[in-house]
């Protein structure tokens, strides 16, 4: 071995709450592809240690694989590579081919993954929203209005109601009570007691 090989390439593997999980993941077998990539050895026949990992950060990347340089390829520039969605078999053995070539920083990255090349930082796409304002938003809301509308009127038989029908159903408002008069009331006060006085003027 010479002193620029040194340590081999490292893989870490994801195993955390949706990688390796057959919830997150289904139709994978999660313990098989763990094996295999535990059993990848390098141009030098040296096994390449493999760790497993707690959750990574980028779940919607699962399975998540980390692949770190050999001490010789990070000598000449090599990065750890993170790739994602490494479900199919095809995608281990990739990792393999690339390794047993020397790894990051000395042999490319086979074309099978690079659409797999992830990082720690990915940000998870989100899904695409109609914006509020939008022609196309504004188009559903008149549809919808023009559908509810057209509901409304079957359900009340021929299209519009008439308009007797309409004055018919009003309810009949009660007779509004007149309002007291204070002026009227002290007057009535008044003569009443100006007849009691009469009255007893003539008892006397
Ligand atoms: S469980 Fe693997 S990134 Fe979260």
Do not use: Y
């Not at 750890?80 to 790894?103: C, H, Q, S, Y």
Request: glycine letters at 8%; charged letters at 40%; aromatic letters at 2%.
């Amino acid at each position: 071995m010479s002193a620029v090989e040194g340590r081999p390439c490292q893989l870490t593997v994801c195993r955390g709450c949706c990688c390796g999980t057959r919830k997150k993941v289904p139709g994978v077998d999660h313990k098989a592809q763990l094996a295999r990539l535990s059993a990848i050895d390098d141009h030098s026949g040296r096994t390449v240690p493999v760790r497993t990992s707690k959750c990574l950060g980028i779940c919607f990347q699962a399975n998540v694989v980390v692949v770190q340089p050999s001490q010789e390829g990070r000598a000449a520039g090599g990065k750890p590579v993170w790739l994602g969605r490494v479900t199919e078999d095809a995608l281990v053995e990739a990792v393999d081919d690339w390794i047993f070539d020397g790894g990051p920083g000395v042999a490319p990255l086979p074309a099978v993954l690079a659409d797999h090349v992830t990082s720690k930082d990915a940000k998870k796409p989100k899904k695409n929203k109609k914006p509020k304002h939008s022609k196309a938003a504004k188009k559903e809301r008149h549809k919808a209005r023009e559908k509810k509308r057209a509901r409304a009127e079957k359900a009340s038989g021929s299209g519009q109601r008439p308009d007797k029908d309409r004055a018919e159903s009003k309810k009949p408002k009660k007779p509004k009570k007149p309002k007291k008069n204070k002026k009227d009331e002290k007057d009535k006060k008044a003569r009443k007691k100006e007849k009691r006085a009469r009255k007893a003027a003539a008892q006397a």
